[in-house]
């Protein structure tokens, strides 16, 4: 693919819907695929040097979650607004809303870098790290913490790209990534020549110096097509957009620290099963590497979905944007299901690909065996919440999420765990319930439809 080939006209708002979504899908696919490689290599090498390793690295990608959160939510703000403009065929404004992006981003990037590098003794035994990996936990968080900037760059830089429907620029960073994490996890944690070995600190440092390469091929790519302009236009911050980033973002952010903190919390919640805690927490580090499989069709989907979404409505054409949604949605449905269905038969033998422990390889299975039938409502709820995020309808997505979060799953986790005492397995339980009620509410609120309504300018 030229790097000059970004066509000013938008693409993704005529012609056939089916192939639109193919368009989309595919290259976001293998991205999601990337990403799942990344966090499956970082586990898997964690679970060569031991449990206590796999625990304290499935721990630190929940909380690093929270570190990244302006990143996150300023990408969502960007794409809506970005694919909006792209749909309009108003360029200046894609450039524009573009540089407020990045500079806002690189701003809260650097103020978190300082708070976290300051306060990582307290923020660790605060989010609820087990006193026997908090030493571990501690030392991983301060690398990812020093990688923000670049990881920040990055994140922003292929939401802009997603907007605009040129989704092979951030295919072809995300793998240079993929490869350079992969091959410096190994070589930093053992020691392979010509790296240093780190040990288990060698798993964060491979991936901030992917996030660096991924940055820096960004920022080249910028020079290109319909961006070329970009770094000719004002660096100034115009406080009219960034407060509308930040309105369509900061209901993501919330939406993200909902969910990773009540994470967070299940950590917590399995870490006070007492002498099955660590085999618990353990489990679902890599029960959930193993379901992101099935998630990588569903989060393909759901950025295509917001992507489609959003230019159909900058081309003010609401029912074709609603015909999307829906069939993005079928479309993830089937392919997920069928997925579960394969999953759940395979239960045990997935689980032996993480660990050689067999209370962990015990515990995995099992929560595999819950989750996968709860799947089907995963779709809707991630598909359809992409949908709504494209619109610009992200506090409707929080309000679900939230509900389903902080009222069904932590309470309920809480209650079949500890005071049933129904050990993980009340926690698994309520992961599946608040998901199928997830899921029915997300697929209303799209069918409602106020979400056409909605203006970003």
């Known amino acids: 693919m030229s790097l000059d080939s970004g066509q000013h006209k938008a693409t ?136 923000l900037g670049p990881n920040y760059i990055l994140i922003i830089s292929n939401a802009v790209f997603n907007a605009g429907g040129e989704v092979m620029k951030p295919l072809m960073t995300m793998t240079v990534v993929t490869v ?50 970009l770094f000719a236009g004002p660096w100034k911050i115009a406080w009219e957009t960034v407060r509308k980033i930040i309105s369509i973002g900061w209901p993501a952010a919330m939406l ?3 969910w990773n903190a009540g994470s967070i919390v299940l950590y917590y919640i399995l870490g006070r ?28 989907l759901n950025m295509a979905a917001s992507v489609l979404i959003g230019q159909n409505l900058g081309a003010a054409s609401p029912e074709r944007a609603e015909k999307a949604g829906w069939k993005i949605t079928l479309c993830g449905l089937f392919f997920i299901s069928l997925t579960a269905a394969i999953f ?17 390889i015990e515990e995995t299975a099992r929560y595999l065996r819950f989750n996968m039938v709860s799947e089907p409502f995963m779709a809707l709820s991630a598909i359809l ?15 679900i999420v939230g509900f389903c979060m902080w009222l069904i799953r932590l309470p309920l986790a809480w209650f079949l765990a500890l005071t049933m005492h129904y050990g993980a397995s009340g926690v698994w339980a309520a992961m599946v319930t608040s998901m199928w009620v997830q899921g029915i509410l997300m697929a209303a609120r799209f069918h409602k439809g106020k979400w056409k309504d909605l203006k970003l300018e």
């Open 256 to 258: 993200q620290i909902t």
């Open 385 to 399: 919440g992409g949908a709504l995020q494209g619109a610009g309808d992200t506090r409707g997505t929080l309000k």
């Open 180 to 229: 350079v994490n992969i091959i410096a996890v190994f070589g930093l944690v053992f020691g392979i020549p010509p790296f240093p070995a780190l040990g288990y600190k060698g798993i964060a440092t491979a991936t901030a110096v992917s996030f660096m390469i991924g940055m820096l091929m960004n920022l080249y790519f910028f020079r290109f097509g319909r961006w070329k302009l």
């Open 273 to 300: 099963l007492g002498e099955s805690s660590i085999s618990a927490m353990a489990s679902i580090s890599n029960g959930l590497r193993i379901e992101a499989v099935i998630y990588l069709p569903a989060f393909a």
């Open 344 to 360: 759940y038969l395979n239960a045990r033998n997935l689980a032996t690909l993480l660990s050689n422990d067999p209370d962990v």
């Open 12 to 147: 993704l708002t005529e012609g056939n819907v089916w192939k639109n979504i193919w368009q989309l899908s595919w290259p976001l696919l293998i991205v999601m695929v990337l990403n799942f490689v990344v966090g499956f290599t970082d586990i898997y090498v964690a679970g060569l040097i031991g449990p206590q390793v796999q625990a304290a690295v499935g721990f630190i990608g929940q909380l690093y979650f929270l570190v990244v959160i302006i990143a996150n939510a300023a990408s969502i703000g960007t794409l809506a607004m970005v694919s909006r403009s792209t749909g309009a065929e108003d360029i200046q404004r894609s450039l524009h809303i573009a540089r407020q992006a990045l500079m806002f981003g690189l701003a809260g990037a650097v103020g978190l870098t300082v708070i976290c590098l300051l306060l990582y003794r307290q923020i660790i035994p605060f989010a609820g790290a087990p006193m026997e990996i908090r030493e571990m936990a501690g030392d991983l968080f301060r690398i990812f913490v020093l990688a």
